[in-house]
């Protein structure tokens, strides 16, 4: 971390701070300029708030150069984590479908469902039984019921399963019914509800909030893994831009760039971030070029009539065609769609 001083900081104020510094662990370099004085500090600076030190008024600028997160970082762990779904790999070479409905609706969809997307080459299952929805008036999701359909075609059909949390009082229904537990973009820095997920073992999956930058959701992927929870996977699902066109704009360039900053698996979710499904393949295609470890997609029999995201979800005829030509693309790029 490297700190200016004010042009007419004195001898005072510079010695000052350098006591603060020396308390809290830090060694300290001043290099004294014509006009500035510098002073580069060592150490981990990891649990420290570089923005507390514009409290002092003698401070002009200081610049981070450690990132504030660390087990998320490839630095900290050079190599891929590979993050098991119930003997599903997500990570390394393997690319990786997850497909099912925005929401558990009636046990025939879940069945239909699940038949269908795996006979298409999805490995993992996703519906949603607690539905985060904008409007308090809208389909909220079946609950513990749909946790329990949930549970029941998991074990009929050998899929994993995913699911989205709400809340962390419900961890232990979460523990006895899925395989892995989503947190949603609208949950992406309730760091409550991190912290407890990161003192359970079970996979996440972790969505960039709306409106939340990379290294925020690197951030809220540290309060999981430093809890404990190293079973961590990140989806970006498109971001609030001022383009219209589209429910969100998909943040390809994430891809490349939490590749070269984190070791954690990343994946895709097309339906969400654009809202609706005539944009699907395309995306899901782009994402796979750039790199994504999977896809998450959401699948109706019966789009028109879907109790949450009809207009995005594809029909399974079209899944089906859209895993052929991502396998197509993976192997073009030496990865296995599994
Ligand atoms: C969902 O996956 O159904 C969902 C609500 O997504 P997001 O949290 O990305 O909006
Ligand atoms: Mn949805």
């Given amino acids: 971390m490297i700190i200016k001083f004010r042009e007419d900081a004195n001898r005072q104020d510079i010695d000052f701070l350098r006591e603060h510094l020396l308390t809290l662990g830090f ?5 004294i300029g014509d006009t500035y004085t510098i002073f580069s500090i060592i150490g981990d600076t990891t649990r420290f708030d570089a923005n507390s030190l514009y409290a002092f008024k003698f401070v002009e600028t200081v610049v981070r150069i450690q990132e504030p997160y660390k087990k998320v970082s490839r630095k900290y762990k050079p190599t891929d984590t590979i993050v098991d779904v119930a003997g599903v790999k997500i990570g390394g070479n393997n690319v990786v479908i997850i497909g099912g409905p925005c929401a558990v609706e009636t ?3 879940m069945d239909l469902i699940a038949s269908l997307i795996k006979t298409a080459g999805a490995r993992i299952l996703r519906a949603g039984a607690y539905k985060p929805r904008t409007s ?3 389909f909220q999701g079946l609950e513990q019921k749909g946790l329990l359909l949930l549970s029941e075609v998991r074990k009929k059909y050998h899929l994993p399963v995913v699911s ?3 809340s962390a009082a419900d961890i232990p229904l979460f523990l006895d019914s899925v395989d892995m537990i989503q947190v949603g973009a609208r949950n992406m820095q309730n760091y409550a509800l991190l912290k407890e997920l990161g003192k359970i073992k079970l996979p996440i999956l972790l969505k960039r909030g709306l409106s939340n930058t990379i290294e925020e959701w690197l951030m809220s992927a ?3 893994v430093s809890g404990g929870n190293e079973n961590v996977v990140l989806c970006e699902r498109g971001i609030r831009t001022f383009e219209s066109s589209t429910r969100s704009t998909l943040d390809i360039s994430a891809i490349p760039v939490i590749k070269k900053i984190s070791h954690l698996p990343i994946i895709v979710d097309p339906s969400h971030a654009s809202g609706s499904w005539e944009y699907v393949a395309s995306l899901s295609q782009a994402a796979i070029a750039a790199g994504a470890d999977g896809l998450l997609i959401e699948v109706h029999p019966e789009p028109e009539k879907a ?5 995005q979800s594809l029909k399974p005829d079209r899944f089906a065609d859209l895993v052929i030509r991502c396998r197509s693309i993976a192997e ?4 296995t769609l599994i």
């Fill in 332 to 335: 073009a790029i030496d990865r």
């Fill in 307 to 311: 109790l949450s995201d009809g207009q």
């Fill in 222 to 224: 540290e309060y999981i």
């Fill in 164 to 166: 989205e949390i709400l």
């Fill in 107 to 109: 046990r025939e969809q």
């Fill in 136 to 138: 308090p008036y809208s």
């Fill in 27 to 31: 060694e300290v370099h001043e290099t």
